[in-house]
Nanobody
């Protein structure tokens, strides 16, 4: 019903910046909250950031607070993750996800997922 495609990942040096995009297609609604998750090798997928359907409220993991910014453009059905001051520990596959309701921190509560985009931060 809803398909999500991430883009913008790549290789960056520590201290640099990347902007991830997640484009939604299919049946979409402004009511859908969006979240970004990431999964590093050997680790569980973890919550990174979330945003309410109107974009008025944002939520971040402590590890990225002050460095990452989530935003959305509902006219384009796109959510962004601006990543600044990157650290090697930010290296992971980043996934965008969508759910109807509040942007929770639990991955199992999201209904739709993208395929992920690789972010690699070198020191």
């Amino acid at each position: 019903q809803v398909q999500l495609v991430e883009s913008g990942g790549g290789l960056e040096q520590a201290g640099g910046s990347l902007r991830l995009s997640c484009a939604a297609s299919g049946r979409t609604f402004y009511n859908y909250a969006m979240g970004w998750f990431r999964q590093a090798p050997g680790k569980e997928r973890e919550f990174v950031a979330g945003i309410t359907y109107l974009g008025g409220n944002t939520y971040y993991a402590d590890s990225v607070k002050g460095r990452f910014t989530i935003s959305r453009d509902n006219a384009r059905n796109t959510v962004y993750l601006q990543m600044n001051s990157l650290k090697p520990e930010d290296t992971a596959v980043y996934y965008c996800a969508s759910r109807l309701g509040f942007p929770t921190r639990t991955q199992y509560e999201y209904n739709y997922w993208g395929q992920g985009t690789q972010v690699t931060v070198s020191s």
